[in-house]
């Protein structure tokens, strides 16, 4: 398949001239040409591209993904069907336009749940995979010097009591502040849930 830099060839003797033809700077050209804009390219643009390479605007689309492709070292067609990751620029185009549209309806109708359930599907699948305890450790109580079952301002502010303590006063902390922290968002994950 036919690359950006090659149609280039064919009409520009320079990415210079290609560039003033374009509208824009040599610099940005460049990485037009080699790919690096792929995934932010909109119709508009790719539409201008071919107006100025004197190509159609499908074998424009086609060389974005081929350069595209050739910049990553990607082998073949099956990588711009994938949808997660909208790589091909036609699937990327029809995705953002379900997403807009989707989004709008959404908007209109105050109920997200529908739209949030089909585009950030690996927040959901996080959330049911997460194991998520009934109770916390009561190792968090003890390192956090509060009784259980504590207010979530209760937790902050012994949290913030702790790490003052920790503080050696040059901007570092003596003891393990991970352990710390990891208290806190259990107790406080466990606060929560009650």
Same mark, same amino acid.
């Given at each position: 398949?036919?690359?950006?830099? *090659? ?5 520009? #003797? ?9 509208? !824009? ?19 508009? /643009?790719? /539409?201008?591209?071919? +107006? ?6 499908? /074998? !424009?689309?086609?060389? !974005? ?24 620029? #036609?699937?990327?185009?029809?995705? +953002? $336009? ?13 109920? #997200? ?9 690996? $927040? +959901? +699948?996080?959330?049911?995979?997460? $194991? ?7 190792? !968090? ?11 979530? *301002? ?30 806190? /968002? ?9």
């Amino acid at each position: 398949m036919t690359t950006l830099q *090659e149609y280039r060839k064919h009409k520009y #003797w320079t990415i210079k001239d290609f560039a003033m033809d374009y509208g !824009c700077g040599a610099t940005k050209a460049s990485g037009i040409l080699r790919g690096l804009y792929h995934e932010t390219l909109s119709k508009r /643009e790719v /539409e201008r591209l071919a +107006e100025v390479l004197g190509i159609s605007f499908v /074998e !424009c689309a086609d060389a !974005c993904d081929a350069t595209f492709a050739e910049l990553k070292g990607l082998k073949g067609d099956g990588w711009k069907k994938t949808m997660r990751t909208h790589r091909g620029i #036609w699937a990327r185009w029809q995705y +953002e $336009e379900l997403l807009a549209r989707d989004g709008k309806r959404a908007a209109q109708s105050g109920d #997200w749940r529908a739209f949030r359930w089909k585009y950030l599907p690996h $927040e +959901e +699948e996080k959330r049911q995979t997460q $194991e998520r305890p009934n109770y916390a450790p009561a190792s !968090c109580w003890q390192i956090l010097g509060i009784p259980a079952g504590s207010t979530p *301002e209760l937790i902050k502010a012994a949290f913030r009591l702790k790490v003052k303590a920790a503080s050696d006063g040059h901007g570092g902390y003596r003891g393990d502040m991970d352990r710390l922290v990891r208290a806190k /968002e259990q107790a406080l994950a466990y606060a929560e849930r009650r």
